[in-house]
């Protein structure tokens, strides 16, 4: 994928190793906390698959100020559609264009795959990222409750 910039300076690239710190520190705050060493890890096993992608979103002066996982997968009861595994923007830098963009850029991604369709889940909670995803041409179409079983 082609690296691509926006009227505000702003890169959005693919994910490196070297972005691990910066994505585990995005992603706790969501509260989704990872340690460096378990982002690092988490990245080397989703970047050689190619049904998946990580891009960040960099400021001039190699500042990460968001990041999107996207990725497809075969199933039997849908035709081939993309899902968003996450989405963060810093917290200082929401309401900028920055989700917008890289939004745009799995997107862009997933249509290149030949997807139909992309998917994105949002806790319930999460009142202000569902405007965002409305605003950004999303459509709610169906509340459903997520059974987990540790296997550990």
Not at 117 to 136: D, L
């Amino acid at each position: 994928m082609t690296e691509s910039e926006d009227t505000t300076g702003m890169t959005i690239r693919p994910a490196t190793q070297s972005d691990a710190a910066p994505i585990a520190a995005l992603s706790g705050q969501l509260g989704y906390l990872a340690t460096t060493e378990e982002m690092a890890l988490r990245l080397s096993r989703i970047q050689p698959a190619d049904n998946h992608a990580v891009f960040v979103a960099e400021l001039p002066g190699a500042q990460i100020v968001g990041w999107v996982h996207v990725f497809f997968g075969y199933l039997l009861v849908q035709e081939l559609r993309a899902e968003i595994g996450g989405l963060v923007v810093d917290e200082r830098h929401r309401h900028s264009g920055i989700g917008r963009a890289l939004m745009r850029q799995a997107e862009a991604w997933a249509r290149s795959r030949g997807c139909r369709a992309i998917v994105v889940r949002s806790s319930i909670t999460r009142e202000e990222a569902h405007a965002f995803y409305q605003k950004t041409g999303y459509e709610k179409v169906r509340t459903q409750h997520v059974f987990v079983k540790d296997l550990g």
